[in-house]
């Protein structure tokens, strides 16, 4: 029975991880309890829309190792955070910003300048 219950959650974590799902789905409620799931399971593939996230989360969620797709949001965090956080990841695939629109277009441009290599999708719709 501990058995199969922890092949369903890795099975669930994996789904999640690979499909880019949101972490809502894995039952957090919170940025902080959604940012601390992604670092308790390494995840590559980060989905915090409908989270508010601040400096402070980035900061934390920027420990993560293998960081490779990441959906935001919110706004409420400043572009340098998100920058100088996102440089650590050089083969950053993927990224969703949203919640972005022309007064952001210069953080848009160095995000892109240091990925170009190895982002293959960028969605500021």
């Known amino acids: 029975s501990k058995n199969i219950s922890k092949t369903i959650k890795e099975v669930k974590e994996n789904w999640v991880n690979e ?3 949101n972490l809502r789905d894995l039952g957090c409620r919170t940025t902080n309890e959604a940012i601390q799931y992604v670092l308790d399971h390494n995840f590559t593939s980060v ?7 601040n400096d402070q989360n980035l900061k934390k969620l920027f420990t993560c190792k293998n ?3 990441l959906s935001l949001d ?3 965090f ?3 955070a998100l920058v100088e956080g996102l440089k650590k990841y050089s ?3 993927s990224l969703s ?5 022309q007064a952001n277009a210069d953080l848009i441009t160095k ?3 240091d990925h170009k290599k190895s982002l293959k999708m960028v969605d500021l719709r």
Do not use: H, M, R, Y
């Not at 910003?97 to 629109?101: A, E, G, R, T, Y």
């Open 19 to 21: 499909q880019d799902k």
């Open 67 to 69: 960081l490779k797709k």
């Open 91 to 93: 083969d950053l695939e």
């Open 111 to 113: 995000i892109l300048k």
């Open 97 to 101: 910003l949203p919640s972005f629109d």
């Open 74 to 76: 919110s706004i409420l």
């Open 78 to 80: 400043s572009g340098d």
């Open 47 to 53: 989905n915090l829309a409908g989270f508010t996230v």
